[in-house]
């Protein structure tokens, strides 16, 4: 099964947007929850997240799978995903290309909540090609993989991050997910051209699109963004985001407001300007054909 | 020879404040330890919002400031073992209790105690309250009461139930109570968690029931800690909650 999300806007669900919600969704073509948050066994998580699935397309995002670890996925963790999967037959399901456990021999795993990077060799590129066959068949789904916001580059890196993503997709036959905000922090921060990294990229792969904002502090040789998830989605951002829809044609796009959460007619409006982008990218290529 | 477990345990030990691992370059290389440094952060910030967020009223207590330094340390010494963060932290009441710079407030460890049980029953599987009209046919003498998975009784040894209701948000103003008190810790039906105190009478009969004991012998054993223990005012509290989900004979 691939993704079924519909190429509209949607928005991440948080629990305090629930009420608003519930009183007004026009313009929101979809949900996305973090699938950890919905792990426990019942209770109001539950109860809203079953509400939101009645009426809305659903997206289900992972963040603790470390699909770009040293060692296999977490076997109590791909069941843990499989049964919410099971629970809710999401649209789609996401994960990143990164690491985020550490498992220490004797010790079992432990788990750092964060999105870590990891060089792009021959032999990462193995591992996580495994890592992704070892969801996909768990799950019985095909699953995105989000290319990530980074803060340093490695010297062991031999490929780069696109050709690292595009050969993902070959190999194991998964999506990607393209988060253009990640795409504007990490080639900001390294000092390289968003526009050569989305040309080089395998834009018809993309099954979903993620905007989220950035902060960002000045540091000598220039600005370090930082993916922080706690801000409206950036001017330059919006730009890249209209370039790739003109080029690629409407994506189910989302919008990430992770911290600081503003109120919900906030967010409902970031989703509302990426539907128009859509709306337009829809027009656009109706006319080419 | 693989290079990648070798890299994440370098980068892991980095993040816990050794030395950088070989390999990583920036714009400009004086910059390579900045950057990194947001990694450092971004561990540490994020375990220590997933701590507040499961242990509000000790955060209250301490101080943000406070907590977010000790968070940093205590996420060192109990890392969650899983990426499911609302079970992280059973072992974080102990950690306050022999946390040296907290030695002169011995009743938080109880509080978290209560904040842990809180995050439990919040998250505890549904099952849905028996229907009043059964309970009420059942005999007393025989009927065995089974209870929502989110019941959770605490003995505490500080008067923490009161500590912990004083600091909710627009929550009564308790007199403080001192002494050990008895938490009863369930989920309602709207998914509210409160904290109840307990008497003796009521805490003996819940852990006699929890233990399958018949609602008679329970309400035996209440009374040979409370004499005279009558425990009308504990049920009507439990079905109220709809914490009473099965009554078999």
């Known amino acids: 099964m691939s993704s079924t999300l519909p190429s509209l806007a949607g928005v991440g669900f948080k629990p305090q947007h629930f009420a608003a919600i519930r009183a007004d969704a026009a313009g929101v073509g979809f949900f996305e929850v973090h699938a950890e948050n919905y792990m426990g066994a019942g209770g109001l998580p539950h109860a809203q997240l079953a509400a939101i699935r009645a009426d809305h397309p659903l997206s289900i995002h992972g963040v603790g799978l470390s699909i770009g670890g040293a060692r296999g996925v977490d076997a109590d963790h791909l069941d843990r995903l499989r049964r919410l999967c099971d629970r809710y037959q999401p649209d789609s399901f996401s994960e990143h290309l990164a690491w985020s456990s550490h498992g220490v021999e004797g010790l079992g795993a432990e788990y750092l909540n964060d999105l870590l990077p990891l060089p792009y060799t021959e032999e990462t590129l193995r591992l996580v090609c495994d890592h992704v066959d070892q969801v996909q068949s768990a799950l019985g789904r095909r699953m995105l993989l989000e290319n990530p916001a980074t803060y340093l580059c490695f010297e062991q890196s031999t490929i780069p991050e696109t050709a690292f993503l595009a050969e993902v997709a070959r190999r194991t036959g998964c999506g990607l997910l393209l988060d253009v905000n990640n795409v504007f922090v990490s080639c900001t921060n390294h000092g390289t051209d968003p526009r050569a990294w989305l040309a080089a990229f395998p834009l018809h792969q993309v099954g979903e699109i993620h905007l989220g904002g950035h902060d960002a502090e000045v540091l000598p040789s220039g600005p370090l963004l930082i993916d922080s998830h706690a801000a409206p ?18 994506r189910p796009t989302l919008v990430e407001w992770d911290n600081d959460l503003p109120d919900w007619s906030v967010l409902a409006d970031e989703a509302r300007r990426a539907g128009a982008i859509l709306a337009r990218g829809g027009q656009s290529l109706a006319r080419a054909s | 020879m693989p290079a990648h477990p070798e890299f994440v345990a370098q980068f892991d030990a980095a993040l816990r404040g050794g030395g950088l691992p070989l390999g990583l370059t920036a714009r400009r290389a004086e910059e390579v330890e900045r950057r990194f440094a947001v990694y450092r952060n971004n561990v540490a910030v994020s375990l220590s919002q997933a701590l507040a967020t499961r242990f509000p009223v000790i955060q209250r207590l301490v101080g943000e400031t406070f907590f977010a330094a000790m968070a940093r340390i205590y996420a060192e010494v109990d890392r969650p073992k899983t990426p499911v963060l609302h079970e992280w932290g059973e072992g974080f009441a102990g950690f306050l ?12 460890g109880d509080v978290a105690r209560i904040e842990y049980a809180r995050g439990r029953a919040f998250h505890a599987a549904d099952v849905p309250p028996i229907d009043p009209a059964r309970l009420a046919a059942a005999a007393p003498d025989r009927v065995r009461l089974i209870l929502h998975p989110s019941v959770t009784l605490l003995a505490l040894v500080h008067s923490a139930v009161s500590i912990w209701a004083r600091n909710q948000p627009g929550g009564e103003v308790l007199s403080l109570a001192t002494g050990p008190e008895t938490a009863l810790v369930l989920r309602e039906v709207g998914f509210a968690v409160p904290v109840h105190a307990v008497r003796p009478g009521d805490a003996a009969l819940l852990r006699s029931v929890q233990a399958g004991e018949r609602l008679a012998t329970a309400a035996a054993a209440a009374q040979r800690v409370e004499a005279g223990h009558d425990p009308q005012d504990l049920l009507v509290l439990l079905m109220r909650a709809g914490a009473i989900v099965d009554a078999r004979e």
């Open chain 1, 233 to 250: 989605v950036a001017d330059p951002v919006w730009a890249l985001y209209a370039e790739v829809i003109a080029r690629a044609g409407p």
């Open chain 2, 97 to 108: 209790g022999g946390f040296p710079p907290l030695a002169a407030y011995p009743y938080l």
